[in-house]
């Protein structure tokens, strides 16, 4: 057995377990209001899926979050270029991303809410959230660059495009990879936060706060599942689509060196 399917494997029995202490627990409670149970939690899911209002609020809230990220990178990624190109921005940059950091996603929710509607408010802050994270992420992957390559670029006068794959690519995409895996979770669980607080009509959020002001704590565990799975799943479709920009990228030039 691979080491791959034994992973499965070993995951697969850890959810079962995990589902199962669940069950227990909601049996034991005996209270809805206060925990459902894995069972009635997917029955409410199902509820949901055939109506056009949740895949309305799937739509709008993945569209404004995933457009957060989208910005977040391309903002990450000249900022880091700018800082390896000149110090002087780095030590502007520096401090405002620290900032970022520092702060807690909820004192951004709200100071934002003074700037932005509420139905923008998810872009903002996946776009905040993300930004330093990949940023960290750039620099790494700048830092990690060959000198020895770099040099024999530069002595052999190769052109930009040609150093860019055949030596800052192989070397920023790697941690550009991890940082936009650990990325999309923080921009999901920071956007829907946001949407649960600026309450954007037909989101996620809306229909999460909706769901506690009426103590339909089936609703609640139905919309978080659904979460979790939209965050898995463009996980997995964006990293897909990376590495197969990358080996496109990185294979070809291979290529043409040989």
Same mark, same amino acid.
């Given at each position: 057995m691979d080491k791959t399917k034994?992973?499965?494997?070993?995951? =697969?029995? +850890?959810? @079962?377990?995990? !589902?199962?202490?669940?069950?227990?627990? *909601?049996?034991? #409670?005996?209270?809805?209001?206060?925990?459902?149970?894995?069972i009635q939690a997917a029955g409410?899911?199902?509820?949901?899926?055939?109506?056009?209002?949740?895949?309305?609020?799937?739509?709008?809230?993945?569209?404004?979050?995933?457009?957060?990220?989208?910005?977040?990178?391309?903002?990450?990624?000249?900022?880091?270029?700018?800082a390896?190109?000149?110090?002087?921005?780095?030590? =502007?940059? +520096?401090? @405002?991303?620290? !900032?970022?950091?520092?702060?807690?996603? *909820?004192?951004? #929710?709200?100071?934002?809410l003074v700037w932005v509607r509420g139905s923008s408010l998810s872009v903002l802050i996946s776009f905040l959230?993300?930004?330093?994270?990949?940023?960290?992420?750039v620099r790494t992957g700048i830092r990690a660059a060959d000198p020895q390559l770099l040099e024999m670029a530069k002595v052999f006068r190769l052109p930009l495009g040609r150093r860019l794959r055949a030596v800052w690519l192989p070397a920023v995409l790697p941690a550009f990879r991890q940082g936009c895996s650990v990325a999309l979770g923080i921009c999901w669980k920071s956007g829907v936060a946001a949407e649960v607080i600026g309450l954007p009509n037909g989101s996620?959020?809306?229909?999460?706060?909706?769901?506690?002001?009426?103590?339909?704590?089936?609703?609640?565990?139905?919309?978080?599942?659904?979460?979790?799975?939209?965050?898995?799943?463009?996980?997995?479709l964006f990293l897909r689509a990376l590495d197969a920009v990358s080996r496109a990228l990185i294979g070809g030039e291979e290529d043409a060196a040989c």
């Open positions: 034994k992973r499965r494997i070993q995951i =697969l029995a +850890a959810s @079962v377990f995990w !589902l199962g202490v669940w069950q227990a627990a *909601a049996m034991a #409670i005996g209270q809805e209001v206060f925990l459902v149970s894995p409410t899911l199902m509820e949901l899926l055939p109506q056009a209002d949740f895949w309305q609020r799937v739509g709008f809230s993945a569209g404004r979050i995933l457009l957060g990220f989208g910005l977040g990178v391309v903002c990450s990624a000249a900022l880091a270029v700018a390896e190109i000149c110090p002087a921005a780095e030590v =502007l940059i +520096a401090p @405002v991303l620290q !900032l970022v950091k520092a702060t807690p996603v *909820a004192s951004f #929710i709200i100071l934002a959230m993300v930004l330093p994270v990949l940023y960290g992420a996620i959020g809306d229909a999460l706060y909706r769901a506690k002001i009426t103590l339909s704590t089936g609703e609640l565990f139905a919309w978080t599942f659904v979460i979790i799975l939209l965050s898995a799943a463009f996980e997995k």
